[in-house]
């Protein structure tokens, strides 16, 4: 049986997608057989993420509703062998997906994969629910900023009420904090909320730390998962986080501000 | 003088990281509690303005319910508007 880890933080633009990307690419690295779902019907990103947009033909929607096989909207990335997406459809609407459609893809993909990404649309609506709903881990991905804070607590509070596991009253769905867009030298300035703080508050197991990094955005523009990037430290970040997920005993990074030497904080150069 | 302010340090940006755990910590308290309970307060505030009516004729439309959640202390305020002798005459009078 593969294991259903849901990708999700309530608010929106903290960074799901590229979480979802960045790890899902990342266990697929280590050799596990990976799928990651786009949930977000009628705003779907994750294809363009992952640079795999022009080579949608079906999508989740067409899946559900019987006008294509799964195996025809897969689409089996080139870069790392045992990774695959399933599109999220573009023109649809929310109501397309149901919780028995959805039931049947996971249980067959759950044949051919052993890790299960559903990468959530923002909100609490169908969409998001229904990403978290079969869910047996969770990612709550958030930024050190008030707003995400309370969505994500939120958003574990559903989890623990709403989803399969809960409603079954079977083991609770296991819980991981991904800290995303973390500045070391604005927590240092008292700006922002340092990580132990969020840890305090939303009181579950932490997964990671990405900093604040230019490499996401340029990752984005290129289609290219961001862990993919060695150089950068939000890749390095995402890469350690998915040792942790498998068991080891990764120490955390890029917590500290990074010092400059004199000649780089005159002539420029940020953060990798 | 304005000029030896150009002596001083800089201005430290303000720390506001302590406000943002402060606000949460208490908003969030108050949320954790009333996802397991359902929102109470417009249960509360109808037996209230029930309970007054018996004894006191109110406009239901004149009563206030204010709650101001604080970290170790909360405080509900309700305020009901009693008719001036005049309206609660013509009341009994309209009523009859």
Redesign the interface.
């Known amino acids: 049986m593969a294991e259903v880890i849901v990708v999700t933080s309530g608010k929106g633009g903290v960074g799901k997608t590229t979480t979802s990307a960045a790890f899902g690419t990342g266990l697929a690295q280590r050799g596990k057989r990976t799928v990651l779902i786009d949930f977000d019907v009628g705003l779907r990103n994750l294809d363009l993420i992952m640079g795999l947009e022009r080579r949608v033909v079906f999508d989740i929607v067409n899946v559900i509703q019987g006008e294509a096989k799964l195996n025809q909207a897969l689409i089996r990335d080139k870069r790392v062998d045992t990774l695959a997406i399933l599109p999220a459809s573009q023109t649809r609407d929310k109501d397309a997906l149901t919780k028995e459609g959805v039931q049947q893809i996971i249980e067959e993909l759950s044949r051919e994969f052993d890790y299960i990404i559903c990468d959530s649309p923002a909100g609490i609506e169908k969409g998001a629910m229904l990403a978290l709903y079969f869910a047996d881990q969770a990612i709550i991905v958030t930024n050190p900023?008030?707003s995400s804070?309370?969505d994500s607590?939120?958003i574990l509070?559903v989890l623990q009420?709403r989803s399969r596991r809960a409603e079954e009253k079977r083991e609770r769905v296991k819980e991981h904090l991904l800290v995303t867009r973390y500045d070391p030298a604005r927590?240092e300035?008292?700006?922002?909320?340092?990580l132990e703080?969020v840890q305090e508050?939303l009181a579950i197991p932490l997964l990671g730390v990405v900093p604040e990094s230019e490499s996401v955005l340029r990752a984005s523009n290129t289609g290219t998962p961001v862990i993919l990037d060695n150089e950068s430290n939000a890749g390095q970040a995402y890469k350690d986080a998915v040792g942790r997920f498998l068991g080891e005993d990764v120490p955390h990074r890029f917590l500290e501000p990074e010092r400059k030497g004199l000649l780089r904080r005159l002539f420029g150069g940020r953060a990798a | 003088m304005r000029w030896l302010d150009l002596f001083r340090a800089r201005k430290p940006a303000q720390a506001s990281a302590s406000a943002a755990k402060e606000r949460l910590q208490i908003v969030l308290a108050h949320e954790r509690i009333g996802r397991t309970r359902e929102d109470f307060l417009p249960k509360l505030q109808q037996e209230l303005v029930a309970v007054v009516a018996r004894y006191v004729a109110i406009d239901p439309n004149k009563v206030a319910v204010n709650l101001d959640r604080g970290g170790d202390m909360s405080t509900l305020e309700i305020e009901i508007e009693l008719p001036g002798p005049q309206a609660a005459r013509l009341q009994a009078a309209a009523s009859r």
């Open positions: 900023e008030v804070v309370r607590d939120r509070g009420s927590v300035r008292g700006e922002m909320l340092k703080d508050i």
